[in-house]
């Protein structure tokens, strides 16, 4: 006689980190799985341009690479980068103005990992962080990850206002600023250099640290550079000043680096260890080969110059395809634009219906740290050529005059 055995109970098992099931996705990453298809214009990524990538020359970097050093290029390397590319870039940011060593740099996994560490190295749980309304969008991941209460510093077309900026460090007494003062993401604005210098004032008199984010800043089609925040009396020994290959090298080499000051920059080194031990060597061989064999700024020079033709085709085609009474602005450089539907329309759930014509973009409320103007949108104009440009906003517009019909 065969005795059953008890079935087994099974208990759950621990549940996720409250972090991790507080925290949400990126809504451009959800936004892009769903128009992925072909088909879709898709103004939502930021999503660099591939067929203006100088894919040659960076397959002659990796092939140099390994041909020459291949023990060197596939072995581990030292957490805080590569000394030739360390080098390179501190090389090309003295080049620009700002006095800058190898030892300064610390390369990072695309300028999203420099965020990362920041707050690791930086954050506490409840501090307070700063920033620009509306942020971009993973800065916002990233230091809600970290447990930081984030508040928004209000301003306006010229960007962050610093006697807003001044009031707010006094009465939330915040660890950090975080900023992208050259062609934002979302809104494609630039802050002029009298702001720059005031915000260098206020961080050194009253006491914190400024993050300024630059991945954009080569992509000028107009005027004249702006100086960086990092380079204004009083701020070079509290601001961090992060960059980024992804927009004018490939964003698929991840390849981003940071310069800080030395007790910040080693925090961020151990953090570092203990993420991914380095930033995969190969890659940074290959980028400091590059650097040394092509003329990076003249390639630069020619994304630009097709960037800016891609802007102006949307500039031209906006007011077919937005709502009267729609407003935008007019970026310098970059790969965003900005715009605002009339009060009362919301982005977000005008979107479905958008989608529907094969066409995307991001709704403004997610970049809000604090309320949003559910009324505004972001268009990314580099990924596609003037003509595709021209029916992407032709789509949009269908999209949008149907679901306001239906709203």
């Given at each position: 006689m065969t005795v059953a055995e008890p079935a087994l109970s099974s208990a759950p098992v621990p549940p996720l980190a409250a972090r991790a099931r507080v925290i949400g996705g990126s809504p451009v990453r959800d936004i892009l799985a769903v128009t992925a298809r072909p088909e879709v214009v898709n103004f939502a990524g930021g999503l660099p341009?591939?067929?203006?990538?100088?894919?040659?020359?960076?397959?002659?970097?990796?092939?140099?690479?390994?041909?020459?050093?291949?023990?060197?290029?596939?072995?581990?390397?030292?957490?805080?980068?590569e000394p030739v590319l360390r080098e390179a870039l501190a090389a090309r940011t003295r080049a620009r103005g700002l006095p800058t060593a190898a030892d300064d740099i610390l390369v990072t996994t695309g300028s999203q990992q420099a965020l990362s560490l920041l707050a690791t190295a930086l954050l506490e749980p409840g501090d307070t962080v700063l920033v620009e309304e509306p942020c971009y969008l993973a800065a916002l991941q990233a230091f809600g990850f970290a447990g930081a209460r984030i508040v928004a510093v209000p301003g306006d077309a010229d960007g962050v206002d610093p006697r807003a900026l001044e009031e707010l460090v006094v009465r939330e007494r915040p660890k950090l600023f975080y900023t992208v003062p050259t062609f934002q993401n979302p809104t494609g604005r630039t802050l002029p250099a009298a702001r720059r210098a005031a915000v260098a004032d206020v961080a050194a008199r009253r006491g914190v640290w400024i993050v300024e984010d630059d991945p954009y800043g080569e992509l000028r089609f107009e005027g004249e550079r702006?100086?960086?925040?990092?380079?204004?009396p009083g701020a070079a020994d509290r601001t961090v000043l992060l960059g980024s290959f992804s927009k004018v090298m490939a964003p698929g080499l991840r390849l981003g680096w940071l310069r800080a000051p030395e007790g910040l920059r080693r925090a961020c080194a151990v953090a570092k260890q203990a993420a991914d031990l380095h930033t995969p060597t190969v890659?940074?061989?290959?980028?400091?080969?590059?650097?040394?064999?092509?003329d990076l700024d003249a390639h630069v020079a020619r994304v630009a110059a097709a960037y800016r033709e891609r802007r102006d085709a949307m500039l031209a085609g906006l007011p077919d395809a937005l709502p009267e009474g729609s407003v935008w602005e007019r970026p310098a450089g970059g790969m965003f634009l900005w715009a605002a539907l009339p009060a009362g329309y919301d982005t977000t759930a005008l979107l479905p219906r958008v989608v529907g014509h094969d066409v995307a973009y991001v709704p403004g409320a997610p970049f809000y740290a604090g309320t949003p103007d559910r009324s505004t949108l972001r268009l990314c104009f580099v990924t596609q050529t003037p003509r595709e440009i021209g029916e992407g906003l032709r789509r949009l517009g269908e999209g949008l005059r149907e679901g306001l019909r239906e709203g």
């Open positions: 341009a591939p067929e203006l990538f100088d894919a040659e020359g960076i397959a002659a970097a990796y092939r140099a690479v390994l041909a020459e050093q291949p023990g060197r290029a596939l072995q581990y390397s030292t957490t805080e980068g702006m100086p960086w925040i990092a380079s204004f890659n940074q061989l290959a980028a400091a080969r590059y650097l040394a064999d092509r």
